[in-house]
């Protein structure tokens, strides 16, 4: 269950870290209060999951989803720029955090 929480709460950080970006500094109504939900939820999933997981192990697999997540999301919708490198770089930290998982 811990780990579920924790896939949830990554994609969570994604949803408030590019919330964050669309409020242009908190002007903007709607992806300010996305932004606040994204981030309590995103933060109460990751605690609950570090109540059983290792906090290393947790928090890097959390960090890894969110920035997986939120660049993607900017090269698919933000016109963010993509290359092959990009990409690989990319694929190499899906690896690295399904590598965590796998050695816990």
Excluded: D, N, Q
């Excluded at 896939?7 to 606040?36: C, H, I, Q």
């Excluded at 960090?63 to 720029?81: K, S």
């Amino acid at each position: 269950m811990a780990w579920i929480v924790l896939v949830v709460s990554g994609v969570l950080e994604a949803v408030w870290a590019t919330a964050l970006g669309k409020s242009e500094g908190f002007s903007r109504l709607a992806p300010t209060v996305v932004f606040g939900v994204g981030l309590v939820l995103s933060m109460a999933g990751l605690a609950f999951a570090l109540r059983t997981l290792p906090v290393g192990t947790g928090y890097a697999v959390w960090v890894g989803i969110g920035a997986v997540l939120t660049v993607v999301y900017g090269m698919v919708f933000g016109g963010e720029p993509v290359s092959l490198l990009k990409l690989l770089l990319l694929a190499g930290i899906v690896g690295c955090v399904i590598g965590l998982k796998a050695l816990h």
